[in-house]
């Protein structure tokens, strides 16, 4: 059973990512959401965590497609590629999206704006602990031990 939720949430969440990574790249899929994408950027570069410490200007649409090339990369790992490197970009994405929401706050965005950011901060922090548990229990198994806890 957890096997075909972690299958469902790297599907879902891999098919997600590489969409929104696309609509941060390039106004083919949609120009009106390419085009709210660049202002929001342009407002979110302005409160990039790192700019203010450091006292560098980050470029707004260096910004959006280093986001977009990492939630593209990452979601067709998500798709693709096998156990560790799951993991890996499951965990970048989360740092993305944890940046997202960041971002979101700082520059005073509505709830509804910041809503979808959480709830794939959630469904991600969901598939690595499932991912873990698999993990654990394999590892377990693979040791001689049972499946089932000791009652």
Same mark, same amino acid.
């Given at each position: 059973m957890a096997q075909m939720v972690l299958t469902a949430l790297s599907l879902s969440l891999g098919v997600f990512f590489c969409f929104v990574g696309?609509? /941060?790249l390039t106004q083919v899929v949609s120009y009106e959401?390419?085009?709210?994408?660049? /202002?929001?950027?342009?407002?979110?570069? /302005?409160v990039f965590p790192l700019a203010s410490s450091l006292g560098v200007k980050v470029s707004p649409k260096l910004y959006r497609e280093a986001v977009g090339w990492t939630e593209v990369i990452c979601g067709l790992a998500l798709l693709f590629?096998?156990?560790?490197?799951k993991q890996v970009a499951n965990v970048v994405l989360f740092l993305t999206v944890s940046l997202?929401?960041?971002s979101h706050w700082k520059i005073n965005d509505r709830l509804d704006r910041i809503a979808p950011a959480i709830v794939f901060a959630l469904m991600l922090?969901? %598939?690595f602990v499932i991912s873990i548990q698999q993990? %654990? %229990?394999k590892a377990r198994i693979n040791d001689g031990g049972s499946d089932r806890k000791a009652e």
């Open positions: 696309t609509l /941060k959401m390419h085009k709210d994408l660049k /202002k929001n950027f342009a407002a979110q570069a /302005k590629m096998p156990g560790h490197i997202a929401i960041f922090v969901c %598939r993990s %654990r %229990r």
